[in-house]
Structures are given as C-alpha cells and as structure tokens.
C-alpha cells in the first residue's frame, strides 16, 4: 500500500496522481476545524497571559534606583505583550468567522 501524501496513512486511492486516504479527501470535518480552532484560541490566551504577566513585573519598580537597560527591555516586553494580544485578536476572530459564518481558514481548508 502507498502512503497518504498528506496524513502518512495506508491507501489506495490517487487523486490527481497523488495518494490520499478517504479522510484527506474529503477534508476536515467542523468538528476537528473546531477543535483545532479552540486549541488555538487557548494557546493564544495562555501566551498572552503570561506576555501580561511579564510585562506587569518589567514595570513594577522595586524600590531604589531603575536598572540603566529599564527602557529598552520595558519597550522589548511592551512589543512581546502587543504581539500576543495580536495573535489572541486573530485566533478569536477566526473562531468567530467560522462559528457565526462558517468560514473555514485558509490554512485549514485541504483542498
């Protein structure tokens, strides 16, 4: 038997001189796309919680004199925060698009 060019299973069948088995034929189901799509939006939350986290401790001063590099690594874990809560925007909107419109990701989409 070959080998799914997509998921490494055993099959049969050929599309387009290509081996792919029944599953990757047919695509992704709306469950699996949305299981894929939670997991995304839990690892997005989890990054940007800790990003917060950081950042909360970068800015909270102990007493005394600031570290001479307190600027520029204040700014460094501002951009890190940013960026997760960016990633945690993104992930929420594709859930949504597809839990109010049904619209599969792109890169989610096989075929």
Request: glycine share 8%; with cysteine; charged share 25%.
């Amino acid at each position: 038997m070959t080998k799914c060019s997509s998921s490494g299973k055993d099959t049969e069948l050929f599309v387009s001189g290509s081996p792919l088995c029944l599953e990757c034929v047919a695509g992704p189901t709306r469950d699996h796309i949305l299981e894929i799509l939670r997991d995304e939006l839990k690892k997005a939350s989890q990054i940007a919680a800790e990003a917060s986290q950081k950042f909360d401790h970068t800015v909270t001063l102990p007493a005394g004199l600031p570290h001479p590099d307190g600027t520029q690594q204040i700014h460094r874990v501002g951009l890190e925060l940013s960026h997760a809560r960016g990633k945690l925007r993104e992930s929420l909107h594709r859930l949504n698009k597809f839990l109010v419109y049904g619209e599969v990701p792109d890169d989610l989409e096989r075929f």
